[in-house]
């Protein structure tokens, strides 16, 4: 879900994405947040997403952090083309 949703705000912001990946927050010590890395053929940037936001987003509820801090992330790659 979180990959699709991150795909769907990659194209409307005109951001052409080549990986996705969500790594569990508790292997670096962290039970409530995630590592969101997302790359394009030449770069790369990386946010942490809490599990309360991505629960939010499973549960078709809005959830305005999420998209604001994925949102950036894609900025930053769409800087650096």
Partial sequence: MMKKYVKVLANQM???ISKIN???GRLYGCKDGHMLDIHTENESTS???F??????????DECLRLETKIRAAL???SDSA
């Fill in 14 to 16: 005109g951001v052409e």
């Fill in 22 to 24: 969500l790594t569990d």
């Fill in 51 to 60: 599990q309360n936001d991505i629960s939010k987003l499973e549960t078709g």
């Fill in 47 to 49: 946010t942490v997403v």
């Fill in 75 to 77: 900025s930053r790659l």
